[in-house]
């Protein structure tokens, strides 16, 4: 049993290596969000702040939790969008399709709420950085663009415009991407 949960891990990191991961930065000039880069925490992204993020202490010993543990970082962006964690299964991240809020997977639950949106990102590369938009689809198609609304905590908090007023006070904003080696967390809280 632990030969195959070890061979599982090193399956999963050969797969790492070979991942695109990129980080996430907003674009809006004058505005208190820009050039601040987009982080995970509490099952949010947020414009700005600290990722929270947790490397259980076996995968500590044995070296295989990133060193990074502020900083988030996300794979794909064509179609679906993850975040860059190691943790099998990986962390999904989807629009809640009632308020429109950015989203993501608790570690080893794939659970994601009936109806939400997980489609319509896209990327392009550009020389010195990529971008990535987000597009609805279907019922959503015509909405497009990300948010970011200042809540009572004084963090921006990332919702997708489907149409729906978020709460609080909203800014658009563009994103722009840079590629990264390796994946920023284990798992993200
Ligand atoms: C993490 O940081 C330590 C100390 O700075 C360094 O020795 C180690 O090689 C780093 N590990 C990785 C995977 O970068
Ligand atoms: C999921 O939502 C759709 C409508 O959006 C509904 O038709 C369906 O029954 C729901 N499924 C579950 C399991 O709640
Ligand atoms: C990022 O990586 C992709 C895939 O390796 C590559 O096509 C792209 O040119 C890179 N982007 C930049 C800005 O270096």
């Known amino acids: 049993m632990k030969t195959t949960k070890t061979a599982a891990a090193l399956i999963g990191l050969i797969a790492s290596t070979h991942a695109q991961y990129i980080s996430l930065t907003a674009v809006r000039s004058d505005s208190p969000i820009h050039l601040q880069t987009i982080e995970a925490a509490g099952q949010r992204l947020s414009v700005g702040g600290d990722a929270a993020t947790y490397c259980p202490s076996d995968m500590q010993t044995r070296g295989f939790c990133p060193n990074t543990t502020d900083d988030t970082n996300f794979l794909g962006g064509y179609g679906g969008l993850a975040l860059g964690a190691e943790v099998p299964g990986g962390q999904s991240v989807y629009i809640d399709p009632v308020c429109g809020a950015v989203m993501y997977t ?30 609805g689809e279907g019922t959503l198609a015509g909405h497009i663009g990300l948010l970011a609304c200042m809540t009572e905590r004084d963090t921006y908090e990332v919702y997708a415009d489907i149409g729906v007023t978020p709460p609080g006070d909203c800014i658009g904003f563009d994103v722009i991407t840079a590629n990264q080696t390796e994946a920023a967390a284990w798992q993200y809280m």
């Open 106 to 135: 608790q570690a080893h639950s794939g659970f994601i709420p009936n109806g939400s949106i997980i489609g319509g990102w896209a990327r392009q590369e550009g020389k010195s950085f990529g971008l990535l938009t987000w597009e």
